[in-house]
């Protein structure tokens, strides 16, 4: 059954789409390099969240800026993945919602963005929104639509 079917897409709540907190891999702020870049090839995704020790969200970090960080002149300067921490080179300019916000404001935050982190009101992290969960939606939707009329 489609959400959008029901309400409209500024009713429906990211409460709906997020994945929580507890099904969402992260790093935290301490973790060498070598741990985000493991973390990130065995999941296979592209980017995750990191956390400090208090669990609140800072950034995230993908490969590419870890690849790019251990890069030398010629070649992969491997030692730095022990030496160099997550909090050296996480990105920390990143858009966040909240679970009130709606399937609309995730709409505009995931045009640029694969996945938005999700945070509660002091800034714990919460889960993440990812733009298939938002596809998946209005998919849904446009054939629920495309069946009526036929
Ligand atoms: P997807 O839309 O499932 O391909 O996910 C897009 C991106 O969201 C992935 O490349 C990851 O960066 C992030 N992501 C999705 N699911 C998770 C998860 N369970 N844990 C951490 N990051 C995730």
Not at 22 to 29: D, F, G, I, S, Y
Not at 97 to 105: G, I, K, V
Not at 140 to 147: A, D, E, L, R
Request: hydrophobic share 45%.
């Amino acid at each position: 059954m489609s959400l959008i079917q029901d309400k409209q897409l500024a009713e429906i709540s990211i409460n709906d789409l997020l994945i929580p907190s507890e099904k969402v891999a992260h790093v935290q702020l301490n973790n060498p390099l070598e741990h985000a870049l493991l973390v990130l090839v065995k999941s296979g995704y592209s980017a995750v969240p990191v956390l400090d020790a208090s669990y609140k969200l800072v950034g995230i970090i993908g490969k590419t800026v870890i690849l790019n960080q251990i890069l030398g002149l010629e070649n992969f300067e491997i030692e730095k993945l022990s030496s160099m921490k997550v909090k050296e080179v996480l990105n920390r300019d990143i858009p966040t919602l909240t679970r009130e916000n709606s399937l609309l404001d995730g709409l505009n935050a995931v045009i640029d963005h694969p996945f938005i982190c999700l945070v509660d009101k002091e800034g714990y992290f919460d889960g993440i929104l990812t733009r298939r969960a938002i596809l998946k939606e209005i998919k849904k939707n446009i054939y629920v639509n495309s069946y009526k009329k036929h």
